[in-house]
Structures are given as structure tokens and as C-alpha cells.
């Protein structure tokens, strides 16, 4: 018996997933709110009203970005806080959700120069906006509306309701012609970007809000208040999820849609999972507070954002 015990504990150990630490860290002036990478370029909102840009791999920055400060409830001035931020080329995208009566102000910088493009006096409650071009910026409104926003005429190409659920996150498949949407009832919307005709709707696998989802390789990953990290297939629709023991914050889909992480216990460690076998590979530890953006450089190159201000960077090769 003792002989049986020793072998089983052999084997859990042989197939348990190998344990990372972060390769490197950047550290921001504030707390990360929102990241992209780009061409080379890791783009990290904050919430002290700028976004800052860092060439990768050697982690120097290149830019800052600051829109202007706001007045709070009490008069008091304080920075607008960017709650998300995209790339485009040489443009930027820096949306806050700090204006007047809680609307959105939404900034395009480009050239060397910062210009509006929404302001609180249009009465846009924005949550996300990510580029599907150079001229066209694709919005998520917190009452679970999508837009398409031409930047030259300033106004919507059209506004769509997806459903009567608040609005959590939005993902661009890989060309941006599609956007899967998350709300707080657990059902994903998938849309056609250039008309927001509904393709596809994504249920059965989340039971409550979904925070954060991804769309890569037609395949969505979403990462539940149900402690449920769901993944689709967006052809056919079919999903599965993989329990977690906490909320789950955060996900990331890698390039070939092989491998996902999922921020999978109350330790905020990454979970990283074969998509095909939903099989546990990795765990990533080291993460200060909570997940709020996990995003695959390749295969084997993360970087992850939480509430605090470091930008943690990982190799699992």
C-alpha cells in the first residue's frame, strides 16, 4: 500500500504544472487600468489621466500621453482616469470615463497633437474603444451597446443594442471584422464590426457576469464571476468551461488560440490551460493584487496588468 501511495504522489508530481516566476516588470507613475500591444509597442492606461508607451523587448518608454484634469464631486482637481486605451500605426486612443456626470471624454493623439473626439456634453456613457482602423473606433457603452465611431465626421456609423445586461468587455478577433461582447448575464454576443449585425450568440458556459474575454483563432475565452473559465468555438457555438476556486478577472488567448490563462484563485496567480485538452500547464505567481489584463506577446511571452502600478512580464518556455 505504502509502495502504491509513493508512486501516485510520483505522478501527480510528474504531470503537475511547472510553477513561473516574471522574467522582468515595468513601473508605472499609477495604477494600470487598460494595456494593449501593438507592432512592438506595450501601451498601458492609468489612472493618474495619461497612458505611457514602451518599446518591447527593452522595456524603455517612448511616450507619455496626459489628457487634462478634471474636477471631482467636491470641486477638487484630480486626473481623469483612462479606462482604455488602443494603437493604431502612430495614433492613440485615451478614454475616460472621469467627465461630467460620469460621461465619457474620448482623446485621439496623433502627430504630436491631443484632440477630443467625445466630450461629457454628449452624454456618452463609454465604457471600452478599441481602433478597426485608421478612421473608425469601435465603442462599448455600458448599457451594452456597441458603436462604430468615424473619426473624420465624428459620428456614429451606427449604435446597436446587444441587451438589456451591463455592459463588461468587448475582444476584436484578429483582422477586427468581428467583436465578441460580455455582459453581466454570461451570454456573449458576437458581431459583424462593419454593419454590428448579431453573428453569433454564445451561452450555457457562464451563469453570471463575464469580466474579460478574448477572440483569437475563433475562439473566445471568458473569464466569470462564477469562478468558470469558458472557452467557444464561435463557428459552431459549442463551449466548455474549466472550474476555478475564485473570481475570475482576467484571460488571455496565446496567438494560436493553443493555449489560455485564466486568473484562476484568490492568490491572483495565471493559470495557463491547453485549450484543446484543458489541461493545466503553467501557474504564473508573483502578481501583486487583482488581474485586470492578461496579454500573450507569442507562445511563450505574457505580460499582465493588476490594480496596482507594475506591468509583470513572463516566459514559460
Same mark, same amino acid.
Given at each position: 500500500? =505504502?509502495?502504491?501511495?509513493?508512486?501516485?504522489?510520483?505522478?501527480?508530481?510528474?504531470? !503537475?504544472?511547472?510553477?513561473?516566476?516574471?522574467?522582468?516588470?515595468?513601473? #508605472?507613475?499609477?495604477?494600470?487600468? @487598460?494595456?494593449?500591444? +501593438?507592432?512592438?509597442?506595450?501601451?498601458?492606461?492609468?489612472?493618474?489621466?495619461?497612458?505611457?508607451?514602451?518599446?518591447?523587448?527593452? +522595456?524603455?518608454?517612448?511616450?507619455?500621453? !496626459?489628457?487634462?484634469?478634471?474636477?471631482?464631486?467636491?470641486?477638487?482637481?484630480?486626473?481623469? +482616469?483612462?479606462?482604455?486605451?488602443?494603437?493604431?500605426?502612430?495614433?492613440?486612443?485615451?478614454?475616460?470615463?472621469?467627465?461630467?456626470?460620469?460621461?465619457?471624454? #474620448?482623446?485621439?493623439?496623433?502627430?504630436?497633437?491631443?484632440?477630443?473626439?467625445?466630450?461629457?456634453?454628449?452624454?456618452?456613457?463609454?465604457?471600452?474603444? =478599441?481602433?478597426?482602423?485608421?478612421?473608425?473606433?469601435?465603442?462599448?457603452?455600458?448599457?451594452?451597446?456597441?458603436?462604430?465611431?468615424?473619426?473624420? !465626421?465624428?459620428?456614429? =456609423?451606427? *449604435?446597436?443594442?446587444?441587451?438589456?445586461?451591463?455592459?463588461?468587455?468587448?475582444?476584436?478577433?484578429?483582422?477586427?471584422?468581428?467583436?465578441?461582447?460580455?455582459?453581466?448575464?454570461?451570454?456573449?454576443?458576437?458581431? @459583424?464590426?462593419?454593419?454590428? =449585425?448579431?453573428? +453569433? /450568440?454564445?451561452?450555457?458556459?457562464?451563469?453570471?457576469?463575464?469580466?474579460?474575454?478574448?477572440?483569437?483563432?475563433?475562439?473566445?475565452?471568458?473569464?466569470?464571476?462564477?469562478?468558470?473559465?469558458?472557452?467557444?468555438?464561435?463557428?459552431?457555438? *459549442?463551449?466548455?468551461?474549466?472550474?476555478?476556486?475564485?473570481?475570475?478577472?482576467?484571460?488571455?488567448?496565446?496567438?494560436?488560440?493553443?493555449?489560455?490563462?485564466?486568473?484562476?484563485?484568490?492568490?491572483?496567480?495565471?493559470?495557463?490551460?491547453?485549450?484543446?485538452?484543458?489541461?493545466?500547464?503553467?501557474?504564473?505567481?508573483?502578481?501583486?493584487?487583482?488581474?485586470?489584463?492578461?496579454?500573450?506577446?507569442?507562445?511563450?511571452?505574457?505580460?499582465?496588468?493588476?490594480?496596482?502600478? /507594475?506591468?509583470?512580464?513572463?516566459?514559460?518556455?
Amino acid at each position: 500500500m =505504502r509502495v502504491l501511495v509513493l508512486l501516485l504522489l510520483a505522478g501527480s508530481l510528474l504531470w !503537475s504544472a511547472e510553477t513561473f516566476t516574471p522574467v522582468a516588470s515595468i513601473d #508605472l507613475n499609477g495604477t494600470a487600468k @487598460d494595456m494593449v500591444y +501593438r507592432d512592438g509597442e506595450l501601451v498601458v492606461a492609468t489612472d493618474m489621466g495619461h497612458i505611457e508607451v514602451y518599446k518591447i523587448p527593452e +522595456r524603455t518608454k517612448r511616450l507619455e500621453v !496626459s489628457i487634462p484634469d478634471v474636477k471631482d464631486f467636491m470641486g477638487d482637481i484630480m486626473p481623469a +482616469r483612462v479606462m482604455s486605451t488602443d494603437r493604431f500605426a502612430q495614433k492613440y486612443l485615451l478614454l475616460s470615463d472621469s467627465g461630467k456626470g460620469g460621461y465619457a471624454n #474620448l482623446f485621439l493623439y496623433a502627430e504630436g497633437k491631443l484632440t477630443q473626439l467625445i466630450a461629457p456634453e454628449d452624454k456618452k456613457a463609454l465604457i471600452k474603444a =478599441r481602433f478597426i482602423d485608421a478612421d473608425h473606433i469601435l465603442l462599448g457603452y455600458l448599457s451594452n451597446e456597441a458603436a462604430l465611431f468615424d473619426i473624420h !465626421s465624428q459620428k456614429e =456609423r451606427y *449604435r446597436v443594442q446587444l441587451s438589456e445586461s451591463k455592459f463588461s468587455d468587448f475582444a476584436l478577433n484578429e483582422d477586427r471584422t468581428q467583436a465578441v461582447f460580455s455582459c453581466e448575464s454570461g451570454v456573449l454576443s458576437v458581431i @459583424d464590426v462593419a454593419s454590428g =449585425r448579431l453573428i +453569433r /450568440t454564445l451561452e450555457g458556459q457562464n451563469v453570471d457576469n463575464v469580466y474579460k474575454v478574448d477572440f483569437k483563432h475563433g475562439m473566445v475565452a471568458a473569464a466569470g464571476q462564477d469562478r468558470r473559465g469558458a472557452l467557444y468555438d464561435v463557428a459552431t457555438g *459549442r463551449g466548455s468551461y474549466i472550474k476555478g476556486n475564485f473570481l475570475i478577472y482576467a484571460t488571455g488567448l496565446s496567438p494560436s488560440a493553443s493555449k489560455v490563462a485564466f486568473a484562476m484563485d484568490e492568490k491572483n496567480n495565471i493559470s495557463i490551460y491547453d485549450t484543446d485538452t484543458k489541461t493545466k500547464t503553467a501557474l504564473l505567481k508573483g502578481q501583486k493584487s487583482t488581474l485586470n489584463v492578461i496579454i500573450f506577446k507569442s507562445e511563450q511571452e505574457l505580460f499582465s496588468a493588476s490594480d496596482d502600478s /507594475t506591468v509583470m512580464i513572463w516566459k514559460i518556455d
